[in-house]
T-cell receptor, first 115, second 115 residues
Framework: DSGVTQTPKHLITATGQRVTLRCSPR?????VYWYQQSLDQGLQFLIQYYNGEERAKGNILERFSAQQFPDLHSELNLSSLELGDSALYFC??????????????FGPGTRLTVL | AQKITQTQPGMFVQEKEAVTLDCTYD???????LFWYKQPSSGEMIFLIY??????QNATEGRYSLNFQKARKSANLVISASQLGDSAMYFCAMRETKGTYKYIFGTGTRLKVLA
């Protein structure tokens, strides 16, 4: 158990709908990362937050948005869902420091299926 | 820009044998960290081992070790005494040491352990 929690574990929805994925980082970690992994693909970095502020943006679609709250949990909002958004969405956390030794720990992921 | 390359899309190994998964990286930094993650078929991403650029010894964690060759810019993962439970996808990653400090992942190697 990495200490990073994600809910829900599975989500099935229809095209055009909106969903919210939730993540709680490990105790003491200030930074949260979101990744998308489509079937048999590598990890696609979406966005990173540090202590409530956006720090880095990757290949995140305009239909997707995220935020990190004062209690450091984060939510990823996906709207106008398309079939191609079906994927495993990971949240990961680390301390947020700038050292190269800072290990990133992953949550169990949310498997999103868009029908 | 930093880059991680994993050239083996798939590997087979006999149970109880050792296997090496290749990872090469590209960076102009002197200080950097390299990480390996395991993703079993259940989907979660599990942190395995870390190697820092200034570490004089190769990292080891149980049956996992890193064959770190700095001059060649390679950080190969060695799994000794393979077990059926080692069948999984393995990702090599590096953390950016400037700018956004996000993590760069390779495309992964799928390992199948044969009984």
């Amino acid at each position: 158990d990495s200490g990073v929690t994600q809910t829900p574990k599975h989500l099935i929805t229809a095209t055009g709908q909106r969903v919210t994925l939730r993540c709680s980082p490990r105790s003491g970690d200030l930074s949260v990362y979101w990744y998308q992994q489509s079937l048999d693909q590598g990890l696609q970095f979406l966005i990173q937050y540090y202590n409530g502020e956006e720090r880095a943006k990757g290949n995140i679609l305009e239909r997707f948005s995220a935020q990190q709250f004062p209690d450091l949990h984060s939510e990823l909002n996906l709207s106008s869902l398309e079939l191609g958004d079906s994927a495993l969405y990971f949240c990961a956390s680390n301390s947020g420091g700038t050292g190269f030794t800072d290990t990133q720990y992953f949550g169990p992921g949310t498997r999103l299926t868009v029908l | 820009a930093q880059k991680i390359t994993q050239t083996q899309p798939g590997m087979f190994v006999q149970e109880k044998e050792a296997v090496t998964l290749d990872c090469t990286y590209d960076t102009s930094d002197q200080s950097y960290g390299l990480f390996w993650y395991k993703q079993p078929s259940s989907g979660e991403m599990i942190f395995l081992i870390y190697q820092g650029s200034y570490d004089e010894q190769n990292a080891t964690e149980g049956r996992y070790s890193l064959n770190f060759q700095k001059a060649r810019k390679s950080a190969n993962l060695v799994i000794s005494a393979s077990q059926l439970g080692d069948s999984a996808m393995y990702f090599c990653a590096m953390r950016e040491t400037k700018g956004t400090y996000k993590y760069i992942f390779g495309t992964g190697t799928r390992l199948k352990v044969l009984a």
